[in-house]
């Protein structure tokens, strides 16, 4: 029989992966058609593919270079009026784009709206009073354009794909990718004794130099790895197998799971159904419909991974459960006899906080291999160490395990699409979530500590988590499957993704307005430092712009989820405005400004988080919320940073009495937001203590 070389029709059309008819039941059929009744044909032609997605990109980025040199030669030039309105990708209609062409009066090309009105405008206006933008731009102030290296023409589009491309795009270098690092890895896996683990070679790895070698020297008849095949052969075992020693000590403190702490039938489930109500909702890293498949089939029995993933979520579903003393530390578990009296007496109710630690403890005492590569429970368990870390005396570790997190992705190549696309759909989805989850973590805990974040964007290409709702990840039909329908509205991952976008602004301003050592064009100096402020604000704006109307903040919404996921939204949204600009408030050392109002903008912005944690307060009143859970810990950060900006505020500037007043109620209600907090997680008592002091007459 003859073995076809493409996809059927129908395959083609629903751009599936089609095993053609030899690995069918039916020797006419694919395995897909032959599954669902469909005709399997062979006879549309091949549709003619549009430009590689590279070129439209370099076009793309051709113009704005484009634009923005126009803007520096002649700045007071609107260059809508004479060449159409800014295009989105995403929405782009043509009818509507040629109407709103016409109605500038801007001809069909290639003719021209005339130009020489507007230069003389433009001229006259440039040499009678330079505006902001142009000494920006001057050759004087540094470089061309100070700002445009900051976030670049679009601020978090390149990482937006089409989500109707196929995984296998036979344009792009996707594919060709995927393979090559599968080809390099499996290759090098096979030159190692006792280490099976799939690893991440990068091109600028020896492992990609060799394969151009052997690409060099084998052409096509000797195989993609040949010469990595050979070296397999004829390598010295002396210096290639790991010794024992390395194998005892990699595996030292490697301990089977302690079942004497397995929350009981019945108990387990209010813990998991906690956790997903309480964590996974703000912080989506998990399926739970396919993590209750797993359970329900006892895989932590077989899985020494899925049991720590269990643990955590055990640890993290606990924090909220205080009328239940399963979940507590036990009395008699203390270093010294003085900290067991501790226990035993409570006298300062703080056995409270102890919630979920029986837990954690189990999952340390089953240690880790050094040697083993990781997977996707160990990115799971580090995500959910993490959020349960986020109550401790010491949460500083989530920084130093994120950061060991995101190396750990780079290890097996998760942070690049092409690694992503070897796994299933729902091992890839679930992959995804862990990175980006990480990757939130990552850069909220830098901003919150002042420190470098462990991955650059530029580091990385992955697209952002599928915005589809858990049940519709596996339907049963390969057309519906990882397809949000209409009518159920937005995904709940859908604000989780819209708070990755803020990630990556926060991300650019910590590397440029932050930065210990500044790059030559993110120089100190005022006018670098304006435009640098000025395009990180413009990305703000193009986010809030960005944001879906089911997730915009409105404090009357009666979906409490949606009223939640947007209160986080816009509270870490002008967390980030505050963060933005606030070393440009002026202080009695450092009386320059870069011309723009900051201390009015950080005011602003604390008093509308302010209104959105009394909000929050109000709503878990009404509602009947348990102590301690009408705020998440989410906020803690906003909360603290908007109480000392309001507290500057007042010290800063000539305020009347009324402003002071309005400025304490608002410090205030960020206090009780912190009090609230506190009663779940006692990091939050300790910047109560703090904020109390500083709002003190």
């Excluded at 387990?268 to 906690?274: A, S, V």
């Excluded at 206090?671 to 939050?684: H, L, N, P, V």
């Amino acid at each position: 029989m003859l073995i076809l070389q493409r996809a059927c029709d129908v395959c083609r059309r629903k751009k599936i992966k089609c095993d053609g008819p030899m690995n069918s039941q039916s020797t006419s059929k694919c395995a897909h058609c032959h599954e669902y009744g469909k005709e399997c044909t062979y006879v549309e032609a091949a549709k003619r593919r549009g430009p590689p997605k590279g070129y439209v990109e370099a076009l793309e980025q051709r113009c704005g270079r484009l634009e923005r040199l126009f803007q520096q030669l002649h700045p007071g030039v609107d260059l809508t009026e004479h060449i159409g309105p800014a295009l989105d990708r995403d929405d782009f209609e043509q009818s509507t784009y040629l109407e709103s062409l016409k109605s500038l009066h801007i001809p069909a090309y290639p003719q021209m709206k005339p130009l020489t009105a507007a230069l003389s405008k433009s001229s006259s206006n440039t040499h009678a009073q330079p505006s902001p933008s142009s000494s920006i731009s001057s050759p004087a102030a540094g470089p061309p354009s100070v700002a445009s290296t900051v976030l670049g023409p679009a601020p978090w589009q390149t990482y937006e794909r089409d989500p109707s491309r196929p995984p296998d795009d036979e344009e792009g270098n996707c594919g060709m990718d995927a393979a090559e690092h599968a080809q390099v890895a499996e290759a090098m896996n096979r030159l190692d004794i006792h280490d099976g683990s799939w690893r991440f070679h990068g091109k600028s790895s020896l492992a990609h130099l060799l394969r151009l070698f052997n690409t060099l020297k084998y052409k096509q008849d000797a195989g993609p790895t040949a010469f990595l095949e050979r070296v397999a052969h004829i390598k010295r075992q002396e210096y290639w197998q790991v010794p024992e020693w390395e194998v005892v000590v990699a595996n030292e403190g490697v301990r089977p799971v302690d079942y004497s702490i397995w929350p009981a039938p019945g108990f387990d489930r209010r813990l998991i159904d906690t956790y997903f109500d309480k964590v996974n909702t703000y912080l989506p890293l998990l399926n739970k419909i396919i993590f209750m498949r797993q359970y329900d089939a006892g895989s932590y029995k077989t899985s020494h991974g899925f049991a720590k993933v269990c643990l955590m979520v055990f640890a993290n579903g606990a924090r909220f459960v205080d009328d239940d003393e399963r979940v507590f530390w036990p009395r008699d578990w203390a270093m010294s006899e003085e900290g067991k009296e501790r226990l035993k007496s409570d006298a300062d109710g703080t056995i409270r906080y102890s919630g979920g630690w029986i837990y954690m403890r189990a999952i340390m005492r089953m240690g880790r291999s050094i040697a083993q590569g990781p997977n996707l429970y160990d990115f799971q368990t580090q995500v959910l160490f993490c959020a349960f870390l986020q109550g401790a005396a010491v949460p500083h570790l989530m920084w130093v395990l994120s950061g060991l997190g995101l190396r750990s992705a780079q290890e097996i190549g998760i942070h690049v699409r092409s690694t992503l696309l070897l796994a299933n759909p729902i091992e890839r989805a679930l992959y995804n979530r862990a990175f980006w989850c990480l990757y939130h973590i990552d850069r909220v805990n830098c901003a919150a500590i002042g420190r470098s974040v462990a991955l650059q964007d530029t580091d990385f290409d992955a697209d952002y988590p599928i915005p589809v709702d858990d049940e519709y990840w596996s339907t049963g039909d390969p057309e519906a499957d990882f397809v949000q329908p209409e009518r159920a509205g937005i995904p709940k991952v859908a604000a989780f993704v819209h708070m990755l976008k803020l990630d990556h602004v926060l991300g650019a301003a910590l590397r440029t307005i932050y930065a210990i050592n500044k790059l030559p064009e993110h120089h100190a100096d005022t006018v670098s430092q304006r435009a640098v402020v000025v395009e990180l604000d413009s990305a703000l704006n193009a986010w809030a712009d960005s944001v879906p109307d089911g997730l915009r903040w409105d404090p009357t919404r009666a979906d409490q989820t949606l009223f939640e996921q947007s209160a986080m939204l816009y509270s870490q949204y002008y967390f980030c405005q505050i963060l933005i600009h606030r070393p440009f408030i002026p202080t009695p050392a450092k009386l320059e400004t870069i011309g723009l109002p900051s201390l009015a903008i950080c005011s602003n912005a604390a008093r509308s988080i302010a209104n959105i944690l009394d909000a929050l307060l109000r709503r878990g009143r009404r509602f009947g919320a348990l102590p301690g859970q009408a705020v998440n810990i989410h906020f803690l950060l906003p909360a603290w940073t908007a109480a000392v900006i309001l507290l500057v505020s007042i010290y800063s500037a000539k305020q009347q009495k009324a402003d002071r007043e309005r400025a304490m109620l608002d410090v205030r209600r960020c206090i009780a937001a912190t009090k609230e907090m506190e009663m779940t997680w006692r990091q939050a008592g300790k910047l109560t203590d703090v904020l109390t002091e500083l709002a003190s007459e």
